[in-house]
């Protein structure tokens, strides 16, 4: 079946360095999704990406779906102690299946 | 709050009973996902609806469990029998037709198995 897989699976940094996760599917994807949830929260909606080769920015963020729509990428420049959490990728195989998540990296940032 | 609910947002019940909770979806939506959550995962996919159908369901879930959506409204997930490894959280999210569009989450049921 499709998994997702997500790498690395934690990452510490200093607040002011950058961040980055992947995200691998073993199968195409129509699109991509990325959420982030907070400790003790539920995921919430980042950003969703159909196009193969797609970047999108979102202040800080930076969202890169791959030529092949098989990979993913989240990278976040000088982090703050607000993103802290869990950034999870997730992927619709094709139009009216279910959405995978994957395993998720989560992000500490001391000050 | 129009937002997914949830009920109850904590269950302890002692092994080998039964459980169910409901997932209330926001009302225009017509996807509706049920995952399950352990600490340190990610959302792992139980079973899939679009309106009353269910779509999908997942090669790991036991014949133990059992999800229903009738009139595409809310829906409801049971467990029977319960196990100590059924212990997590239970996420409903739901999302509109159009595809690809974000799904929203519900705060979550958490199972404790005793």
């Known amino acids: 079946g499709q998994q997702v897989m997500q790498i690395p699976q934690y990452q510490h940094v200093q607040e002011g360095e950058d961040f980055t996760t992947y995200c691998n599917s073993s199968?195409?994807?129509?699109?991509i999704q990325w959420y982030k949830q907070r400790p003790g929260g539920h995921p919430v909606f980042l950003i969703q990406?159909?196009?193969?080769?797609e970047v999108k920015k979102q202040k800080r963020l930076t969202f890169q779906f791959g030529e092949a729509k098989k990979n993913s990428s989240l990278h976040i420049t000088a982090t703050q102690t607000t993103d802290v959490g869990t950034y999870f990728c997730?992927?619709?195989?094709?139009?009216?299946?279910?959405?995978?998540f994957g395993k998720g990296t989560t992000l500490s940032v001391s000050s | 709050d129009t937002g997914v609910s949830q009920n109850p947002r904590h269950k302890i019940t002692k092994r080998g009973q039964n459980v169910t909770f409901r997932c209330d979806p926001i009302?225009?939506?017509?996807?509706l996902y049920w995952y399950r959550q352990t600490l340190g995962q990610g959302p792992e996919f139980l079973t899939y609806?679009?309106?009353?159908?269910?779509?999908?369901k997942s090669r790991l879930l036991s014949d133990r469990f059992s999800a229903e959506r009738p009139k595409g409204s809310f829906s409801t997930l049971e467990i029977q029998r319960t196990e100590q490894g059924d212990s997590a959280m239970y996420l409903c999210?739901?999302?509109?037709?159009?595809?690809?569009?974000?799904?929203?989450f519900g705060q979550g049921t958490r199972l404790t198995v005793v």
């Open positions: 009302s225009e939506h017509n996807r």
């Open positions: 999210a739901s999302s509109s037709r159009t595809l690809g569009t974000e799904a929203f």
């Open positions: 609806f679009q309106n009353e159908a269910q779509l999908e």
């Open positions: 199968t195409t994807l129509s699109n």
């Open positions: 990406l159909v196009k193969s080769g």
């Open positions: 997730a992927g619709f195989r094709q139009a009216g299946t279910a959405l995978i």
